[in-house]
């Protein structure tokens, strides 16, 4: 909530700017922008913290998978790589509103084992999830990593002093997370047909019994 309520506003300002001041590193002749770039420097570090701290919890907690897994390798690079040459507002912003998203997931993780699949505010949750999930996540990952491999294989942006390789590298790892929001929108998909199968009804009981499990821990985290 706090890093994707940062990058809001950034995001909307540098939309207008021009390729230098979204995607290289600060210069003079963009210093009408400084502000919005330090707010999503700000923001990505506070992101970067949370990444390292839920790896561990995550892995203490042996609730880890393959592809949650690749999610935190994929977006700990994106804020190692842009933090340490100074460059991507744009981008950065872009994939910290990915974090919307993640609002409504963790209000369906926390209620559907206590108001159960069939509650209406379970549903409202996971079809408010779906949304900015699709929005957020699907369109504007594949919208920015268009729009900065488009740039940097254009020489439209001179990106100096940035090894040529930390931009190769960026658009692959651009790529992998596309490819990774695609399978994931696949499983939302089938986890909403789950969500509307069930009948409505005001109120479930808390488990189905005292010593029931709870597997909500995992996708809670699963879109930060």
Known sequence: TLVSSLAASAVW????????????APAAANVIWTGDIAVVA????????????????VFARRDMTPDYFLHHVIFCLFCLMLQYDCF?????GWLLL????TIFLNG???????????HWLVKGF????AMSFMFFRL????????????????SEVPFV???????????????????????????IGRKLAKVFSTPTKATEPLLASAGGSVDSSKDATKSS
């Open 161 to 187: 002093g940035i090894p040529p390789w930390h931009l190769y590298t960026v658009s692959l790892a651009l790529a992998a997370a596309v490819v990774l929001q695609v399978f994931w929108a696949y499983s």
């Open 126 to 129: 996971f079809v408010a999830f």
């Open 42 to 57: 700000n923001a990505s570090h506070i992101f970067f913290c949370f990444l390292l701290v839920d790896t561990i919890v």
């Open 13 to 24: 300002s540098l939309a207008s700017a021009p390729p230098a001041a979204q995607l290289d």
């Open 98 to 101: 990915m974090e919307v998203s």
């Open 139 to 154: 369109v504007g990952t594949t919208y920015i990593a268009i729009h900065f491999i488009h740039i940097f294989f254009s």
């Open 88 to 92: 991507g507002a744009y981008l950065a």
């Open 108 to 118: 369906f993780s926390f209620f559907r084992h206590r108001l159960g699949y069939g």
